[in-house]
């Protein structure tokens, strides 16, 4: 029973879901930033249909628990499993980032504003070649937090069987009695998601590291 349990089989199969953990939380990251980042303009301008549509959408999805959503979209949407939790994580993920971008562009001086407008800058030039490129700097950190956040919630996609790495070490652990191999399963899982969140979380310390 142990060597089954260390065999490369094992091994093979929780790699396959690690894949799909990985391929979920990278699909949500890339929508989530392209969507939020819209989301977060069109608060922090204030103005229109469109600020307030996004303030509803930011406000109503942060209060939702993510859990509710993936079930939700799973059994309401006529899309793989895979695509519906790409969809449910996306859907809280792109408001979450949007707030976080708009606190950024908000901590941003008037003073920025107005200097930017005596050179001649229109609202967009502003927004585009003086504040955004600011606000970089003071969201980093916390944008890269929700990304290791986003690659944690996948696990979440086991409750309507997506087969990422929550799943494949849940199949495992139904084959196995004794709360050892159980107990060991939990720590490979856990070490998994410990190694790629710190990997990212050195990767994202590197880059900016000449950021000032």
């Not at 930017?116 to 937090?145: C, D, E």
Request: glycine content about 8%; aromatic content about 12%; hydrophobic content about 55%.
């Amino acid at each position: 029973m142990t060597d089954e349990f260390l065999s490369w089989t094992t091994a093979l199969f929780l790699l396959r879901g690690f894949g799909i953990t990985l391929f979920i939380a990278l699909l949500t990251i890339f929508f989530s930033f392209i969507i939020g980042s819209l989301l977060g303009v069109l608060k922090f301008n204030g103005k229109g249909i469109g600020s307030k549509v996004s303030a509803i959408y930011i406000d109503v999805a942060r209060n939702l628990p993510l859990i509710l959503m993936i079930i939700m979209f799973r059994f309401t949407l006529p899309l793989p499993t895979i695509a519906s939790s790409v969809v449910a994580l996306t859907f809280l993920n792109c408001a979450l980032i949007g707030e976080i971008i708009r606190g950024g562009m908000s901590a941003i001086p008037k003073g920025q504003w107005e200097a930017a407008y005596s050179q001649g800058f229109s609202y967009t030039g502003t927004l585009v070649f003086v504040v955004i490129p600011q606000a970089v700097k003071k969201i980093r950190k916390p944008l890269m937090g929700q990304f290791i956040t986003i690659i944690k919630d996948t696990s979440l996609c086991a409750v309507v069987a997506v087969h990422e790495l929550m799943y494949s070490g849940q199949i495992i652990m139904g084959r196995y009695i004794k709360s050892v191999y159980i107990i060991g399963l939990y720590a490979v899982i856990a070490m998994i998601y410990f190694g790629i969140n710190s990997l990212l979380l050195y990767i994202s310390k590197w880059a900016i590291r000449d950021i000032k």
